[in-house]
Nanobody
Framework: QVQLVESGGGLVQAGGSLRLSCEAS????????MGWFRQAPGKERDIVAA????????YYADSVKGRFTLSKDNAKNTAYLQMNSLKPEDTAVYYC?????????????????WGQGTQVTVSS
């Protein structure tokens, strides 16, 4: 299993950008599929984006499609979530997740490794 540490969250105005990073420890990171999820207060944890181990398959929630980009740099053991044109409704705690299966997954239950979460707040 890998251990994940997120960074890059913060406060940004609507229309701004943030890049979240998810650094993994462990030798097998390159073979892991990755996902980003978010959870707003009082709401369920929802998928934001997911990618297969090599980035060949990717999924984006409709709410972020065209604005967010998930990338995975296996050489740096790091995954990124580039978030552009941020909206107040993007405000949430964002979690990165990894799964040993190399195929992409959109359900949080399929991920066995989770980061601690990073807060993203978008002001109007």
């Amino acid at each position: 299993q890998v251990q994940l540490v997120e960074s890059g969250g913060g406060l940004v105005q609507a229309g701004g950008s943030l890049r979240l990073s998810c650094e993994a420890s462990g030798r097998s990171f390159s073979s892991y599929a990755m996902g980003w999820f978010r959870q707003a207060p009082g709401k369920e944890r929802d998928i934001v984006a997911a990618v297969s181990w090599n980035g060949g398959n990717a999924y984006y929630a409709d709410s972020v499609k065209g604005r967010f980009t998930l990338s995975k740099d296996n050489a740096k053991n790091t995954a990124y979530l580039q978030m552009n044109s941020l909206k107040p409704e993007d405000t949430a705690v964002y979690y990165c997740a990894a799964r040993r299966d190399p195929s992409m997954a959109t359900m949080w239950g399929y991920y066995g490794c989770w980061g601690q979460g990073t807060q993203v707040t978008v002001s109007s």
